[in-house]
T-cell receptor, first 114, second 113 residues
Framework: NAGVTQTPKFQVLKTGQSMTLQCAQD?????MYWYRQDPGMGLRLIYY???????DKGEVPNGYNVSRLNKREFSLRLESAAPSQTSVYFC?????????????FGAGTRLSVL | QKEVEQDPGPLSVPEGAIVSLNCTYS??????FMWYRQYSRKGPELLMY????GNKEDGRFTAQVDKSSKYISLFIRDSQPSDSATYLC?????????????FGKGTKLSVIP
């Protein structure tokens, strides 16, 4: 009964370092999403993947890249981390073909960039 | 004007109180309305969703949508300390292929024993 699994849970980076956040879902959902959550800013969409093989930019894509590896997995990469990317990152999945687009979230990755 | 406005609180109530949480929105095309609950240091979890206008009840929780006023509410009856969390409203357009949810910024609720 895992749902959406994110790794790692915590990470500290130095400015300029790169890293990949991993996300996997076992609900057979077509669509997956990456958000960041900052105090006072709410949830902001970084990238999403409507279906396997497609990705699209969200509200705040600069400084990030994504890969939809297969139907289950969607990764978020920071090529050169900056302090402004210190945030909590959430992955989510949904099946918009069901018309509701109810999204199910992972537990989050807390990232600090020093 | 933001698409979705939600008072961030914090809101502090005594145990047993009735809590009212609200969001207003500007896009009349929204058709699906959701409430997510987020405990501290956890991911958001779906609490309730409604389609178009009307009320939906689930135990101590009632969700209301007034599309004419572009206003949605979540009521919590007999509030418990375990209800202490941040509540996020979210809404989406109708139809298959509507990939994006628009979220409010969340209201932080504390229920004091």
């Amino acid at each position: 009964n895992a749902g959406v699994t994110q790794t790692p849970k915590f990470q500290v980076l130095k400015t300029g370092q790169s890293m990949t956040l991993q996300c996997a879902q076992d609900m057979n959902h077509n669509s997956m999403y990456w958000y960041r959550q900052d105090p006072g800013m709410g949830l902001r969409l970084i990238y999403y993947s409507a279906s396997e093989g497609t990705t699209d930019k969200g509200e705040v894509p600069n400084g990030y890249n994504v890969s939809r590896l297969n139907k289950r997995e969607f990764s978020l990469r920071l090529e050169s981390a900056a302090p402004s990317q210190t945030s909590v990152y959430f992955c989510a999945s949904s099946s918009p073909d069901l018309a509701k687009n109810i999204q199910y979230f992972g537990a989050g990755t807390r990232l600090s960039v020093l | 004007q933001k698409e979705v406005e939600q008072d961030p609180g914090p809101l502090s109530v005594p145990e047993g109180a009735i809590v009212s949480l609200n969001c207003t929105y500007s896009n009349s095309a929204f058709q699906y309305f959701m409430w997510y609950r987020q405990y501290s240091r956890k991911g958001p979890e779906l609490l309730m969703y409604t389609y178009s206008s009307g009320n939906k009840e689930d135990g101590r929780f009632t969700a209301q949508v007034d599309k004419s006023s572009k206003y949605i509410s979540l009521f919590i009856r007999d509030s418990q300390p375990s209800d202490s969390a941040t509540y996020l409203c979210a809404m989406s357009l109708s139809g298959a292929g509507s990939y994006q949810l628009t979220f409010g910024k969340g209201t932080k609720l504390s229920v004091i024993p």
